[in-house]
């Protein structure tokens, strides 16, 4: 089962501090944000010209952004993510693919693409609804991200508009996919076990059964570009926290395990990425059990420690 959301401070002076602190870095945060946004609208003046440099400056937007949200987050709040298993290589196109529990998955995620210099290429597939929300959803959609309503029969055509236009411009890319679909919790656990009896699967008791079919029409339409898989295991200490949390600095470590599958090695037919991705989650939910006992994952040598 997942752990417990994390516990609030004891006591009103720590209380109070830290969301003192996360009031004024999330403060902080907006105001830059939107200023980023803005400088993203300026770079349409440069569209016309060169689509190069146009993604250029907004990946130059995203890497100084998400920066210093990871930054911040370490010299600020002394939040250290602890990073094992395979090493990956430098600025290599992969699709990675993740468990989910809350938002500070993503910044987790944002810290090991800045060891591999692709902070500003990451991706990540965004509910349409966000598409025009100041900050995050202005920024995403220069950022060629794709925004979906995770109904299939309506997200297909765009998503591969989508690919088709990274893959033709050879757009440097980490495409960010949480393919439980949803956040892990008790309850969706619990739902999701029965799904894998009603179904013939595996039950798993960390993670839910991953939604195939984005992640077969991702292989399949970035095959040729993309040259791995990632595959995120993600785990926290003392208990789940919120994205309010993280910014009050009560998350004092976050553990990534990492393992990267070439895209060669990977099955040709949809119906062999479909096992190939169900075999992953139920390794995935082995790791995470390890973690849970053991307090680390089988590969405890740690690449990053900050």
């Not at 417990?4 to 004024?24: H, M, N, Q, S, Y």
């Not at 062999?272 to 169900?278: D, F, S």
Request: one cysteine or more; charged letters at 25%.
């Amino acid at each position: 089962m997942p752990l417990d959301p994390l516990k609030e401070p004891i006591g009103v002076a720590r209380r109070t501090a830290a969301a003192l602190r996360g009031f004024a870095l999330a403060s902080f945060g907006f105001v830059v944000l939107i200023a980023t946004n803005a400088l993203q609208v300026a770079s349409l003046l440069v569209l016309p010209f060169s689509r190069s440099a146009f993604r250029g400056i907004n990946r130059w937007c995203a890497n100084t952004w998400w920066g210093m949200c990871v930054v911040g987050a370490e010299r600020l709040n002394g939040t250290r993510i602890l990073i094992s298993g395979d090493d990956l290589p430098m600025r290599e196109d992969a699709l990675l693919i993740a468990n989910h529990q809350q938002m500070p998955d993503i910044p987790a995620i944002m810290k090991l693409a800045m060891t591999k210099d692709r902070l500003g290429d990451l991706k990540f597939f965004v509910k349409k609804q966000l598409k025009w929300a100041p900050g995050v959803g202005w920024g995403m959609q220069f950022l060629d991200c794709p925004f979906i309503d995770r109904d299939w029969s309506s997200d297909q055509e765009q998503i591969r508009r989508t690919f088709a236009q990274l893959v033709d411009n050879r757009v440097p890319m980490w495409l960010v996919s949480f393919v439980e679909g949803t956040r892990a919790t008790r309850p969706k656990l619990e739902a999701s076990r029965e799904f894998a009896r009603s179904r013939g699967l595996a039950e798993t008791r960390h993670v839910q059964v991953p939604r195939t079919k984005g992640f077969t029409a991702s292989v399949q339409g970035l095959r040729g570009h993309i040259t791995a898989v990632y595959d995120l295991t993600i785990g926290y200490e003392e208990g789940v926290p919120t994205l309010w949390q993280y910014l009050k600095g009560l998350v004092h470590r976050v553990h990534l395990h990492v393992r990267r599958f070439p895209i060669e090695e990977l099955p040709e037919t949809d119906e062999g990425l479909r096992e190939w991705l169900l075999e992953r989650f139920v390794e995935k939910d082995g790791l995470l059990e390890y973690y849970y006992q053991t307090g680390s994952f089988p590969d405890n040598a740690l690449r990053e420690s900050l």
